[in-house]
């Protein structure tokens, strides 16, 4: 099992600016909806992207697994052999949108542990990236979580997700309900769970939280700010696993007092659906 982190950063990297690439190429032009819901929509250009992180992590790590939001097909199955965990466009809502929440997801996860993660905004051109250890940097500045201590003067973020049902949506509205009137500076749904994350690691925003997501939104993300210095939970402050579906983070003052504001509101704890 060993890996050369630094090879799959590279790599990692090269993956990340070559999807960016195609993103650009089509943002703010027509863009085909090619299955999933009209709430979860996957454009061509999702399908491009993934096929060609696919293809450049093949050539350089042939032996590795790969998980990829476009090719999953219902059960995560992840081992504790070396993976690649991709979102080829995170955010796709805003991309077809053409608003500029949004980027690409690359991670390596090792015994179902990221050890290197890279999320790119190509609109921006912001590159997240971490190896285990090694700290976190947004381009090649090092980054870390704001010094907010409260929520009166906090912006914290979460999302709506995919799930219409009135039942998975009223418990959403509740809880913001709860997390704004607590209060807050500022409460968004930006729309890119990586990019969400990413702005807690790198103090822009001071709190994130949402249930529903899928591994390839968070496995880069979570060594991103676990690196930078952010506190990365399930809800209820437990311990974080990729695939749990559910996330908390913060920087370390915000994060106790975002977790009893939610978890008093009754976030889901169970079933960790969308
Ligand atoms: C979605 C976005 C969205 C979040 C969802 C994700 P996608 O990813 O990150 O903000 O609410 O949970 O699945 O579908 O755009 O890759």
């Known amino acids: 099992k060993e890996v050369d982190l630094d090879l799959a950063l590279q790599v990692a990297i090269e993956g990340a600016k070559g999807a960016g690439g195609l ?6 032009k027509d863009v085909v909806n090619k299955k999933k819901s009209l709430t979860d929509p996957v454009t061509e250009v ?15 790590f042939p032996t590795h697994k790969f998980l990829g939001e476009e090719s999953f097909e219902g059960s995560y199955n992840l081992s504790d052999d070396p993976t690649w965990v991709v979102d080829p466009i995170d955010g796709t809502a805003n991309f077809v949108h053409g608003l500029q929440w949004t980027c ?58 995919a799930n219409r049902d009135p039942e998975v949506v009223q418990k959403k509205v509740d809880i913001m309900h709860k997390v704004i009137q607590s209060p807050v500076q500022a409460l968004r749904c930006l729309g890119s769970c990586a990019l969400n994350m990413c702005a807690v690691a790198s103090g822009n925003v001071d709190g994130y939280y949402e249930w529903g997501m899928h591994p390839w939104d968070v496995a880069a993300a979570f060594l991103i700010c676990t690196e ?32 009893k504001i939610i978890m008093d509101a009754g976030a889901p704890m169970q079933p960790s659906v969308n």
């Open 23 to 28: 993103i650009l190429k089509s943002f703010r």
């Open 46 to 60: 999702d399908l491009a992207c993934e096929d060609l992180l696919r293809a450049l992590i093949a050539k350089h």
């Open 104 to 161: 690409v997801s690359v991670a390596l996860v090792v015994d179902k542990m990221p050890m290197v993660g890279v999320v790119f905004n190509p609109v921006t051109q912001e590159m997240y990236k971490a190896v285990r250890g090694k700290g976190a940097f947004m381009n090649d500045e090092k980054i870390s979580p704001s010094q907010v201590e409260d929520m009166p003067s906090a912006c914290i973020c979460t999302e709506f997700g």
């Open 228 to 259: 930078a210095g952010a506190v990365v939970t399930d809800l209820d402050g437990s311990a974080f696993s990729i695939t749990a579906r559910r996330t908390l983070v913060a920087n370390a003052k915000i994060q106790p007092q975002l977790k």
